[in-house]
């Protein structure tokens, strides 16, 4: 079966940093996008960011624009998802999926969800 592992969760500081990662269990990465997105408790799950398998190409959401960057290593079948800067209102599960497609906020075009990592940025 295909699917994502997130990791690099963990309680922060705000201002500070944590990197998360995504690895695939089943799948290669080369031929897929992959979006990071996160559910805050009592909120819609939304996107994040995407990293595009076309080189080059990604998308943040406005409000992680300028301080979060998504990264991707094929041959790790891993996406990463560096996060800086960190607000309180960046708490939230952050999951990782594939799509086949190019990236897109959609969340019916994505499979392979991983369980989530908690994400709390708090002092």
């Known amino acids: 079966q295909v699917q994502f592992v997130e990791s690099g969760g963990g309680l922060v500081q705000p201002g500070g940093s944590l990197r998360l990662s995504c690895v695939a269990s089943?799948?290669?990465?080369?031929?897929?996008?992959i979006a990071w997105f996160r559910q805050a408790p009592g909120k819609e799950r939304e996107g994040v960011s995407c990293?595009?398998?076309?080189?080059?190409?990604?998308s943040y959401s406005d409000s992680v624009k300028g301080r979060f960057h998504i990264s991707r290593d094929n041959a790790k079948r891993t996406v990463y998802l560096q996060m800086n800067t960190l607000k309180p209102e960046d708490t939230a599960v952050y999951y990782c999926?594939?799509?086949?497609?190019?990236?897109?906020?959609?969340?019916?075009?994505?499979?392979?969800w991983g369980q989530g990592t908690q994400v709390t940025v708090s002092s």
């Open positions: 999926a594939a799509t086949p497609f190019g990236c897109t906020w959609n969340r019916a075009d994505f499979h392979s």
């Open positions: 089943g799948f290669r990465l080369d031929d897929y996008s």
């Open positions: 990293i595009s398998s076309i080189p080059g190409q990604t």
